[in-house]
């Protein structure tokens, strides 16, 4: 089933918090919202959720509308799993006990207790819990609480669930592992998933699809790999991944290319649909995208290079804009020092223009 959002906008007092939303999260779909602090993000999910009621516009999966048009349905009653990012976990009651949790909802009562039973088992074995079901939380590391958050979440076999920065309490070699789990989970259950966070490389690593998110509005929503590659904004470059900017006015159109003046030269650039001469426009340029070389068109001085092992990190000056690279693999490549003079080189295509 999928989820509908129409026209969400959340307000609290004079803070517009959610601004006129429209999505459709596919059934079985990996979205990450990923934005700055404060952007609307754990809003949303608290109004998908049903913790929060949204000021206007519907949510409905297929045919069943969760809110609008007067209703609230509770909690308790959605399609829904949680998983927060504080594991939410009563100190005073065991894993097993936490997994049955859920099995006591009304939404279960079908269910008999064998069948309640075989679910908690499975959900207690499939996040490896089994050694731990009698043990409380405070006899658990945090990678173990967030598994029993798990598979609490799953055991009722939620159409989708919902995770609000599920891994920021953990440290860094914890936030791996704990990102192999939850690939698991999806494959395991089928189920969508909602997850907020603000960590790019979690977004990038577990999603199908990333809902960039500025001020209430969703600024682009598209795979990791165009939201990467083909942001629509400086804003988007600049907030998933690291991007440098260059201005530049296209001067003529030839071969497929637009030829734009940036500073006193001029460089190729791969045309885009509606580019025409005379027009300003940004290149948006990964560090990964150039490169150095001793002689070409766009002059540079190299102001930082430092060896980080598996890259060379350059920072250089383009007339008065400041450039980051990324020169991965450098042992058999030339170092350029602080202080040389050199050249910026990129392919026509390997950038992207707005």
Same mark, same amino acid.
Request: charge should be negative; glycine fraction near 8%.
């Given at each position: 089933?999928?989820?509908?959002? +129409?026209?969400?906008?959340?307000?609290?007092?004079?803070?517009?918090?959610?601004?006129?939303?429209?999505?459709?999260?596919?059934?079985?779909?990996?979205?990450?919202?990923?934005?700055?602090?404060?952007?609307?993000?754990?809003?949303?999910?608290?109004?998908?959720?049903?913790?929060? @009621?949204?000021?206007? $516009?519907?949510?409905?999966?297929?045919?069943?509308?969760?809110?609008?048009?007067?209703?609230?349905?509770?909690?308790?009653?959605?399609?829904?799993?949680?998983?927060?990012?504080?594991?939410?976990?009563?100190?005073?009651?065991?894993?097993?006990?936490?997994?049955?949790?859920?099995?006591?909802?009304?939404?279960? @009562?079908?269910?008999?207790?064998?069948?309640?039973?075989?679910?908690?088992?499975?959900?207690?074995?499939?996040?490896?819990?089994?050694?731990?079901?009698?043990?409380?939380?405070?006899?658990?590391?945090?990678?173990?609480?967030?598994?029993?958050?798990?598979?609490?979440?799953?055991?009722?076999?939620?159409?989708?669930?919902?995770?609000?920065?599920?891994?920021?309490?953990?440290?860094?070699?914890?936030?791996?592992?704990?990102?192999?789990?939850?690939?698991?989970?999806?494959?395991?259950?089928?189920?969508?998933?909602?997850?907020?966070?603000?960590?790019?490389?979690?977004?990038?690593?577990?999603?199908?699809?990333?809902?960039?998110?500025?001020?209430?509005?969703?600024?682009?929503?598209?795979?990791?790999?165009?939201?990467?590659?083909?942001?629509?904004?400086?804003?988007?470059?600049?907030?998933?991944? +690291?991007?440098?900017?260059?201005?530049?006015?296209?001067?003529?159109?030839?071969?497929?290319? $637009?030829?734009?003046?940036?500073?006193?030269?001029?460089?190729?650039?791969?045309?885009?649909?509606?580019?025409?001469?005379?027009?300003?426009?940004?290149?948006?340029?990964?560090?990964?995208?150039?490169?150095?070389?001793?002689?070409?068109?766009?002059?540079?001085?190299?102001?930082?290079?430092?060896?980080?092992?598996?890259?060379?990190?350059?920072?250089?000056?383009?007339?008065?804009?400041?450039?980051?690279?990324?020169?991965?693999?450098?042992?058999?490549?030339?170092?350029?020092?602080?202080?040389?003079?050199?050249?910026?080189?990129? +392919?026509?295509?390997?950038?992207?223009?707005?």
């Amino acid at each position: 089933m999928s989820l509908y959002l +129409e026209h969400i906008t959340q307000r609290f007092g004079q803070t517009l918090a959610l601004n006129d939303i429209d999505l459709e999260i596919r059934n079985g779909e990996f979205l990450a919202i990923l934005g700055p602090s404060g952007c609307g993000k754990t809003t949303l999910l608290r109004a998908i959720g049903g913790f929060a @009621k949204p000021t206007e $516009g519907k949510i409905r999966m297929d045919d069943v509308i969760y809110s609008g048009n007067g209703k609230m349905v509770p909690v308790e009653q959605r399609d829904l799993g949680m998983v927060f990012q504080s594991f939410a976990l009563w100190p005073n009651m065991t894993v097993r006990q936490h997994v049955e949790f859920p099995m006591k909802s009304p939404k279960q @009562k079908h269910l008999t207790e064998a069948q309640k039973k075989e679910a908690v088992d499975a959900a207690i074995e499939n996040m490896g819990l089994k050694p731990y079901e009698d043990r409380y939380p405070g006899e658990l590391s945090g990678g173990q609480r967030q598994r029993v958050s798990l598979a609490r979440a799953i055991v009722g076999k939620p159409s989708i669930l919902l995770m609000d920065e599920p891994l920021s309490a953990l440290d860094a070699e914890l936030k791996i592992s704990m990102r192999r789990v939850i690939q698991d989970v999806h494959r395991m259950t089928g189920a969508t998933i909602i997850y907020v966070t603000h960590d790019q490389s979690e977004a990038m690593a577990l999603s199908d699809s990333i809902i960039i998110m500025n001020k209430g509005v969703v600024a682009q929503i598209g795979s990791p790999q165009e939201i990467y590659y083909h942001p629509n904004s400086e804003f988007v470059a600049d907030f998933i991944g +690291e991007a440098n900017f260059l201005k530049g006015k296209c001067v003529t159109l030839e071969d497929g290319c $637009g030829v734009l003046q940036l500073e006193d030269t001029q460089v190729r650039v791969a045309a885009t649909e509606n580019m025409a001469v005379g027009e300003d426009y940004t290149i948006v340029l990964r560090p990964e995208s150039a490169g150095l070389v001793p002689e070409g068109n766009l002059k540079c001085r190299v102001v930082l290079s430092c060896f980080m092992g598996a890259y060379q990190n350059y920072h250089v000056m383009v007339g008065d804009t400041l450039v980051k690279l990324t020169d991965y693999n450098p042992k058999n490549h030339r170092i350029y020092q602080v202080g040389e003079t050199c050249a910026l080189t990129f +392919e026509p295509d390997g950038v992207h223009v707005l």
